[in-house]
């Protein structure tokens, strides 16, 4: 494998780690967290490697997504 192919398994699972557990913290469907986090601006951040964010442990990417965009959050279960 080369590197580029190694970082995208990379970024695919930690993105799959996020959603599981924003629903899991959060209490929401699995779904919904999806979707949570691909209308975020972290999931750009992500997926353009800004600032080396993408290297952050999954928990607290999770922390960083409710505290910093908390208005995605407004009316979903």
């Keep these: 494998m080369d590197e580029n192919t190694?970082?995208?398994v990379y970024q695919?699972?930690?993105e799959e780690r996020i959603i599981?557990?924003?629903a899991e913290?959060?209490?929401l469907s699995y779904?919904?967290?999806m979707d949570v986090f691909y209308h975020s601006r972290l999931a750009e951040m992500i997926h353009s490697?800004?600032?080396?964010?993408q290297y952050l442990d999954y928990k607290v990417l999770v922390e960083i997504l409710t505290e910093?965009?908390?208005e995605l959050f407004e009316g979903v279960q």
Excluded: C, D
């Design 25 to 27: 913290s959060k209490g």
């Design 68 to 70: 910093t965009e908390a």
């Design 31 to 33: 779904e919904t967290a």
């Design 12 to 14: 695919e699972n930690l």
């Design 49 to 53: 490697g800004t600032e080396g964010i």
């Design 20 to 22: 599981g557990h924003l």
């Design 6 to 8: 190694l970082e995208k």
